[in-house]
């Protein structure tokens, strides 16, 4: 393997672009500095001078909206200038390529690029092209990864959960098209997460997973048995029915998280969702606004994650 | 004109010879060889003092990019490439634009090709027209307008009952079909081979059985219509043990291997290279060693270049969307010699996959070095280094998942049919 692009010739962040590769000592530093930063963002004036004088671009080739405003209002906290791309209705209908467009806005004294594309590897293709100073954070690539969505989630689970070493985790849905799911569990095997448990229908697993150190599952109840922690994965309106899963209802029946299902995890499971959620086709309402559910949480951590991402890549 | 190659070690893969001596090229063929030549009167003598002197290589699948892709590539810039890599002969498929479905742009072909003098040209015919799997090429006109075999490039026929069709027209005539054995459904999205990296990667995936279950069709249609089937591009160990029970049996089949294919994996993809995006994707490190042991053994017949110059606007962007294909004329030798050596092979045994072997598939007299052979000859230093970086390459296409390593293996002159079409010192 060529040497990890995301770490400079110290070993420290230069990009993030995946939780695959990292250290488990630097996923750490970010959790923690991610801590000091929930602090900042409960106070009066939220705001900090890491980042002041820096000019972050918001590069979303796919549209995005929460992701793009909790990455704003990071950036903003931290101080730091934001500019919005909605590239996916500029540029790239004209033609002009990838490569082209991240020039062009380098050429404009960038000193960070948030991208979202719908292609795997895309920001890894950007960070090879970037000049020394300039810093890529990945904030969904196609099916490979959403490194701050892993890092939030595992934030998350320290929050409520203290010791990684003793947790088995329940991903539940649509696997094989999901970067969230990738990107957390890459993160739950290096801070050592005994068991990591991949539950769907074999239509939604991706070949191979099992490498990535995950128990498979079909059976939702036998999956959720004993878990501690419950993720459930979005499923995309286009895949819920044709020849993956023949309906969103069926869908529901078999693998949606009710109270009854719930109720074989561990007492004091939590249950999460990275969003948008589908009521109704992924998780019922009861369990989604139960007391089971952190959903909410993760989104007030995201902010203070992807503060810690940013002021990290950027040298502090 | 008449040439003499003096002191080189005369290697002829058709016959396993491996030794010193002279070689003498009158008339476009080889006129004599050892005692016969030495001494003879010449117009011009090429000393091979330290290097190999070999059959021109033959490589069945080069796309030349002409008609349509010229902002690729031209028929100059890859018969000079072609040329410089010591390839004395190729095939071309038929994926051009508009593709080689008339007889007229065969002709055409042909003629460009001839005009320029360097390597010879064989055109594969398009077996549907447009490439479409719908409807029959004139296959009779292709023929006599120059076609060889033909084939569907990269874009296999999903209607089995066409395909069935054109594989019993093609055997009443008793043409060679040249087909990739790919299930276009089980293929469809796919940019990766289905297996741990591609789903670490985030890659949609093309899995083993998008080859083996098209590959069981083409072998029960070959069963039925007794059409003689080239297989093109195998890429998996299930692929392989199909093709070896079916030679067993006795079918009339042969098959190739992209010389990239023997040695590269889906390991190879590290982070998202787009140099490693081709068709058929890269597999796993135990298919690929499948491959080359196949190679090896005789179960894959020849090794070709797949030779398919992209430019940097349609390879520098992200994997999936990365055009597939590397640049492949001026590696084809080099990675020919470096597989032999993995495997243990003599230098008659590894050229045998890149001349003699492909000469029998292709049907011409070339691929040997024999009295009265066409006089394709290639003189190159096998322990000669050299770098392979965009500069160094001839060809228009300068991606290649090789690019900054350095290969052994440099042609020093090539003769196609008694002339000096390429020399270096």
Same mark, same amino acid.
């Given at each position: ?23 488990? @000592? ?17 106070? @009066? ?18 549209? /995005?909206?929460?992701? %793009?405003?909790?990455? @704003? ?23 002009? /390529? ?59 689970? %320290? ?35 005994? @068991? ?82 589908? %009521? ?37 | ?30 006129? *004599? ?15 091979? =003092? ?23 590539? =031209? ?43 360097? *390597? ?24 006599? *307008? !120059? #076609? ?68 069981? =069709? ?22 392989? *043990? ?7 049996? !006795?079918?009339?089949?042969? #098959?190739?291997? !992209? ?33 080359? $042991? ?7 017949? #020849? ?36 597989? !032999? ?56 296409? $300068? ?19 008694? $002339? ?6």
């Amino acid at each position: 393997m060529p040497p990890n692009p995301q770490l400079n010739a110290n070993g420290e962040l230069q990009h993030l672009l995946s939780i695959e590769g990292l250290p488990r @000592e630097i996923l750490i530093r970010i959790l923690d500095t991610a801590e000091s930063f929930v602090g900042v963002t409960e106070r @009066e004036v939220k705001k900090v001078p890491l980042l002041r004088g820096k000019s972050v671009f918001n590069l979303f080739f796919e549209s /995005s909206t929460r992701t %793009r405003t909790t990455f @704003e209002i990071a950036a903003k906290r931290l101080s730091a200038d934001v500019i919005n791309l909605n590239i996916a209705a500029s540029s790239q209908s004209k033609g002009e /390529s990838l490569l082209d467009t991240v020039a062009n806005l380098s050429a404009m004294q960038a000193d960070m690029f948030v991208v979202r594309h719908a292609s795997s590897g895309a920001p890894f293709l950007i960070a090879r092209h970037v000049k020394p100073h300039e810093h890529v954070i990945n904030a969904g690539d196609g099916r490979h990864a959403h490194p701050t969505q892993g890092l939030l989630d595992l934030y998350t689970i %320290r929050h409520y959960k203290k010791d990684f070493r003793e947790l088995t985790v329940a991903v539940v849905g649509d696997v094989l098209h999901s970067r969230v799911a990738r990107s957390l569990i890459h993160g739950l095997t290096t801070l050592g997460v005994p @068991e990591v448990r991949a539950i769907g229908p074999q239509t939604l697993m991706p070949a191979g997973v099992e490498a990535l150190g995950v128990r498979v599952y079909h059976d939702v109840r036998e999956g959720l048995r004993d878990a501690d922690v419950v993720v459930m994965l979005r499923l995309q309106n286009e895949r819920m029915s044709g020849a993956l899963l023949p309906s969103a209802q069926e869908f529901f029946m078999t693998y949606g998280l009710t109270a009854e299902r719930l109720a074989l995890a561990k007492p004091a499971a939590i249950v999460m969702h990275p969003g948008p959620m589908n %009521r109704g086709v992924e998780i019922d309402s009861s369990v989604a606004d139960g007391p089971h559910s952190v959903i909410l949480p993760q989104v007030t951590f995201g902010i203070a994650v992807r503060m810690a991402v940013m002021s990290m890549v950027a040298g502090h | 004109m008449r040439t003499l190659i003096r002191n080189g070690r005369l290697v002829d893969p058709a016959s396993g010879r491996d030794a010193p001596g002279d070689l003498l090229l009158a008339e476009g063929r080889i006129a *004599a060889l050892d005692g016969e030549a030495k001494g003879a009167s010449a117009d011009r003598v090429i000393d091979a =003092t330290g290097l190999v002197v070999a059959p021109g290589l033959i490589d069945l699948s080069a796309r030349l990019r002409e008609p349509g892709y010229e902002f690729k590539a =031209t028929l100059e810039s890859e018969m000079d490439a072609a040329v410089a890599g010591g390839i004395t002969s190729l095939a071309c498929p038929p994926d051009t634009d508009p593709p080689l479905d008339e007889p007229g742009l065969v002709d055409m072909l042909r003629r460009r090709a001839k005009a320029l003098a360097r *390597a010879r040209v064989y055109p594969i015919g398009a077996l549907t027209a447009k490439l479409e799997g719908e409807r029959l090429t004139e296959m009779a006109q292709l023929a006599a *307008a !120059g #076609c060889v075999a033909f084939s569907q490039a990269n874009t296999p026929i999903t209607n089995t009952q066409v395909l069935w069709r054109a594989l019993q027209y093609a055997a009443t005539f008793g043409y060679a079909v040249w087909l990739r054995a790919e299930d276009r459904w089980l293929a469809q999205g796919g940019v990766a081979h289905d297996g741990e990296v591609a789903t670490r990667l985030g890659l949609a995936g093309i899995p083993v059985f998008a080859e083996t279950v098209a590959l069981a =069709t083409l072998l029960e249609l070959v069963r039925s219509t007794g059409t003689r089937l080239h297989v093109c591009r195998l890429s998996s160990a299930a692929g392989v *043990a199909l093709m070896r029970a079916a030679r067993r049996e !006795g079918l009339p089949i042969s #098959c190739d291997v !992209g010389i990239h294919h023997v040695h590269l994996s889906d390991r190879d993809l590290g982070y998202f290279d787009a140099q490693c995006r081709l068709e058929p994707p890269l597999r796993s490190q135990r298919d690929r060693e499948a491959l080359a $042991k196949a190679l090896a053994d005789g179960v894959i017949d #020849c090794a070709v270049s797949d030779h398919t110059p992209v430019d940097d606007d349609h390879k520098q962007l992200p994997f999936g969307e990365a055009e597939p294909g590397a640049t492949g004329l001026e590696l084809l030798l080099p990675l020919a010699l470096k597989w !032999g050596a993995e495997q243990k092979l003599g230098l008659a045994q590894t050229l045998a996959r890149v001349t003699s072997s492909p000469a029998r598939i292709l049907g011409v007299g070339a691929g040997r070095i024999a009295a009265q052979a066409p006089g394709d000859v290639i003189v190159f230093d096998p322990a000669a280094d050299f770098r392979i970086v965009p500069e160094a390459l001839r060809s228009q296409g $300068k991606n290649s998942p090789f690019l900054g390593h350095e290969l052994a293996g440099r042609v020093r002159a090539t003769l196609v049919a008694g $002339k000096v079409v390429f020399e270096q010192p």
